[in-house]
């Protein structure tokens, strides 16, 4: 079966401070995959999505950038974290086109 | 875009039927609609998606209108664990590829 894994749970990070934060997906290959980010009491922005190694696009303007080096491994990172970076940070994968969306546990992030 | 509208919030009584509603008049015909719900501090979970018929699965049942420019969630029997946030979703294809927006969903609470 397929699974999806999203580390660290909890975070807090000084502002200017870089970002690391890694999903994995397993039992699958070639998925979709997608970072989101909540505000607290907000809806969930798509930040990027990859649809193949190398392959990222990017949905809002930010400090913040993605990458996926591997077929299941997705990165979300950033140089210098600003207070506006804190949420909730969330990973999802999907099959193809028609298959709904798996996310991970989230991450929440905390910029002090 | 498929632009989709759901009242904020929503209240039910425990083991009762809910019928969680959403509108999405722009949806064109072959975007799918799915439907997540969110646990407090949780990623979204899938529920059910359908295009045109109405679904049921083990979680819910999804009525479709016939001019697919609105749909409701029902929930046969509330439980304590559906209180969440449920969000309805055009899912938009978007060079071969499916983009889901999030936007603020309905807060279902449930009451003892």
């Known amino acids: 079966s397929q699974t999806i894994h999203q580390w660290p749970a ?13 999903c994995t997906v397993e039992g699958t290959s070639n998925p979709n995959l997608y970072w989101y980010r909540q505000a607290a009491g907000r809806g969930l922005q798509l930040l990027f999505y990859s649809v193949g190694i190398g392959q990222i696009s990017s949905e809002v303007p930010q400090n913040l950038s993605a990458s996926r080096p591997q077929d299941r491994q997705f990165i979300l990172s950033s140089k210098k974290l600003l207070l506006s970076d804190s949420g909730f940070y969330l990973c999802a994968w999907s099959a193809t086109a028609i298959h709904g969306y798996t996310f991970g546990s989230g991450t929440r992030l905390t910029v002090v | 875009d498929a632009k989709t509208t759901q009242p904020n919030s929503m209240e039910s009584n425990e083991e009762e039927p809910v019928h969680l509603p959403c509108n999405h008049s722009t949806i064109s015909g072959t975007d799918y609609i799915h439907w997540y719900r969110q646990l ?3 990623g979204p979970e899938y529920v059910i998606h359908g295009l045109t018929s109405n679904v049921n ?26 209180a969440a946030v449920y969000y309805c979703i055009p899912r938009v294809l978007d060079g071969g590829y ?15």
């Open chain 2, 40 to 42: 407090p501090s949780q």
């Open chain 2, 98 to 112: 499916q983009k889901v927006t999030f936007g603020i969903g309905t807060k279902l609470q449930v009451i003892p």
């Open chain 2, 57 to 82: 699965n083990r979680m819910a049942s999804l009525a479709i209108a016939e001019d697919r420019k609105s749909s409701t969630l029902i929930l046969h029997r509330a439980t304590l664990r559906d």
């Open chain 1, 10 to 22: 909890t975070l807090v990070q000084p502002v200017g401070s870089p970002l690391s934060l890694e």
